[in-house]
């Protein structure tokens, strides 16, 4: 690009000069912004899964745990399959044969 030049005004672009400056400055913008979101979008999409992948993990740990499948963590026994069995046992059992049968 050239400078046109007027001795009292100095230096100065044409209309087509700067309409040409403004349409590149989009442009080169545009694709910044597009590569950033691109990024953006990648990165978060791989810290989701490794989110996702750690709560799931925690979830099922957690549930062994409960049903009694996997030992207890630093001898904190959260199985409540036993106290089912017993509450049952001692509770519903002995309702369920006062029941006549057909």
């Known amino acids: 690009m050239r400078f046109h030049s007027i001795p009292v005004i100095g230096q100065f672009y ?25 990024k953006h979008n990648r990165d978060a999409t791989v810290i989701s899964m490794i989110l ?6 925690l979830f099922v740990d957690g549930l062994l745990r409960l049903l009694g499948i ?7 026994d959260i199985n409540i399959i036993d106290n089912i069995v017993e509450k049952v046992e001692s509770d519903i059992v002995p309702l369920i044969q006062r029941v006549p049968r057909i």
């Open 14 to 38: 044409t209309k087509k000069e700067v309409d040409k400056l403004i349409k590149d400055a989009v442009d080169e913008a545009r694709r910044i912004d597009e590569e950033s979101m691109a």
């Open 70 to 76: 996997t030992p207890p963590f630093m001898d904190i």
């Open 52 to 57: 996702g992948f750690t709560t799931l993990a």
